[in-house]
Structures are given as C-alpha cells and as structure tokens.
Nanobody
Framework: QVQLVESGGGLVQPGGSLRLSCAAS????????MRWVRQAPGKERELVAS???????YTSDFGKGRFTISRDNDKSTLYLQMNDLKPEDTAVYFC??????????WGQGTQVTVSS
C-alpha cells in the first residue's frame, strides 16, 4: 500500500537547522509531484515547497534563502533542508505526493519546534 513516512523533525533553537526526509513506497515516486506542507497550531495548512517530476523546485516566499527541497528518485525519498529556523517555523510538516486529479497521498507529519 501507499506510504509516506516523514522523519527528521524535532526541537531546535532559533537559527538552527533540520533536514526532513519523506520515504515513499507503494507508488512510482518519480512520476509524482511532491510537496512539503506545514500546519501550525490554529492555522491552515500552507505550502512550504514543491518539486516537479523534472526536478524543478519551488519555495514559498517565507522559505526562500532558508529552505531547500530536493528529491532522490532512486531512493524514493523527498527532502527538505531547513536552515536559519525561526520560531514561526514551528509546525507539523507533511509530505504530499500528487498526480492530480486521481492521486493525492499524505504522510502522517513530523513535528518541528523552534524554541530557545
């Protein structure tokens, strides 16, 4: 069955770094548009970054210069390198795989907490 398993979250001080990973299985990873989406307490989910099947990335404005999305199709794994983390980056980070309109898969999320 389809699985997206995020890892790499945790507690980090402001200015610190984390690398999130999303291990995919049960579908052809290389054919899917991949995204990182986050949800902070009391807020709606928002797009963090995305990467096309061609490898072309997109990063939301709040992440530009700090966050880098990448994918390894051989390992069926999505990554998000986050540097210079801020308290407002605190959220649950979700991995999302899309081949619209038919397929839209989500992981269970990994908690990122930025606090001193």
């Amino acid at each position: 069955q389809v699985q997206l398993v995020e890892s790499g979250g945790g507690l980090v001080q402001p200015g610190g770094s984390l690398r999130l990973s999303c291990a995919a299985s049960g579908f052809t990873f290389s054919r899917f548009y991949m995204r990182w989406v986050r949800q902070a307490p009391g807020k709606e989910r928002e797009l963090v970054a995305s990467i096309a099947t061609t490898g072309v990335p997109y990063t939301s404005d709040f992440g530009k210069g700090r966050f880098t999305i990448s994918r390894d199709n051989d390992k069926s794994t999505l990554y998000l390198q986050m540097n210079d983390l801020k308290p407002e980056d605190t959220a649950v980070y979700f991995c999302n795989a899309r081949m619209m309109p038919q397929f839209d898969y989500w992981g269970q999320g990994t908690q990122v907490t930025v606090s001193s």
